[in-house]
């Protein structure tokens, strides 16, 4: 016979979503430290967020509207 949920097992199977949830992310955010420790990251954020450019790069401009 099956029982009925009751609300200690509903808790328990919230919280071991949302414990699931929160390592998915803690991996997603230590993928992202490592990648941020690399000189691709660097580049790219020296590069669109601070407009640095290599000293033999040429940057044509186009007018965009």
Known sequence: AQRLLGYEDIAEQILT??????KQRTEEI?????YTETK???EEVAREKLGLVYEDEVIIQTDED
């Open 17 to 22: 979503e949302q414990l699931e949830a929160e």
């Open 30 to 34: 230590e993928e992202f430290k490592k």
């Open 40 to 42: 691709k990251y660097i």
